[in-house]
């Protein structure tokens, strides 16, 4: 089992560039969500999907988008990166609404310059 | 809305000590409570959880007990070793009392094991 798998592990990204964040689980679960981890700040939640086809927002959504086609993928798009999305981004899976913990991916760490 | 408060560290401890990582949170109805570790350059990975009042997560010797009358999720571990240093998570999630259907999260307790 691959579990949750991130790609890419490293971005640099230009101010006003665009570009997506991939995830994918292979463990068929219908609960997945978006975080980005900053320093002193912990993780916070960007985006979250509770099936193929339903998406919502979290804490800080702006400047993000997302879409659910299926139930393995779930990528985060940036629309308009600045600097201030400079941050390591998780993505996390889970069976259950809220008996069960998320697995995680190993994340992606993203700069904008 | 939910929030979780944890001790900011770090938090220094010489191997065999006992170790205790504070965690309260602020949420209506009843939240599931979770503890996460990161190792360094690595994702998070579920430590123990607890999905009811008194209800008791274990793993790996670490033990966290769900206190409602007290909002709290403490972390234990009886005797630490070097290979605990990591950085610990405490989260909850409380879609049923209008929270999101993903994680909250405090802001982390980095803890370091000295041999």
């Known amino acids: 089992n691959a579990g949750v798998t991130q790609t890419p592990k490293f971005q640099v990204l230009k101010t006003g560039q665009s570009m997506t964040l991939q995830c994918a689980q292979d463990?068929?679960?219908?609960?997945m969500s978006w975080y980005r981890q900053d320093p002193g700040m912990g993780l916070r939640l960007i985006h979250y999907s509770v099936g193929a086809g339903i998406t919502d927002q979290g804490e800080v959504p702006n400047g993000y988008n997302v879409s659910r086609s299926t139930t393995e993928d779930f990528p985060l798009r940036l629309l308009s990166a600045a600097p201030s999305q400079t941050s390591v981004y998780f993505c996390?899976?889970?069976?259950?609404?809220?008996?069960?913990?998320?697995?995680f991916g190993s994340g992606t760490r993203l700069t904008v310059v | 809305g939910n929030s979780v408060t944890q001790m900011e560290g770090p938090v220094t401890l010489s191997e065999e000590a006992f170790l205790t990582i504070n965690c309260t949170y602020t949420a209506t109805g009843y939240p599931s409570l979770f503890w996460y570790v990161q190792y360094p350059g690595e994702g998070l990975q579920l430590l123990l959880k607890?999905?009811?009042a008194d209800d008791k997560g274990s793993n790996k010797g670490f033990e966290a007990t769900y206190r409602k009358e007290t909002t709290s999720f403490h972390l234990e571990k009886g005797s630490v070793q070097v290979s605990d240093s990591a950085v610990y998570f405490c989260a909850l999630i409380n879609p049923w009392g209008g929270g999101a259907d993903g994680l909250t999260f405090g802001k982390g307790t980095h803890l370091i094991i000295q041999p």
């Open positions: 607890a999905t009811k």
């Open positions: 463990m068929n679960h219908e609960y």
């Open positions: 996390a899976s889970s069976s259950g609404r809220s008996n069960y913990g998320y697995t």
